[in-house]
């Protein structure tokens, strides 16, 4: 699954969602690019606990389409 994340500013930010992600039940790996300002989610996890996780965390998160 592919996120946009935003309000991510710097590598310190990239680490903080990418800690969080890897952090959540089903989830195998998860890529986060600060330049694209998204994340590749791999796993069985549902779309919407990460987009509430990373909302919580302060980073509006929306599903992106392929
Ligand atoms: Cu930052």
Redesign the pocket.
Known sequence: MKFKVEK??????VN?VKTRLEALEGVDSANVDLASASAEVEGSVDAQVIIDTLNAAGYPTSLQDE
């Open positions: 991510m500013m710097c590598g310190g930010c903080n």
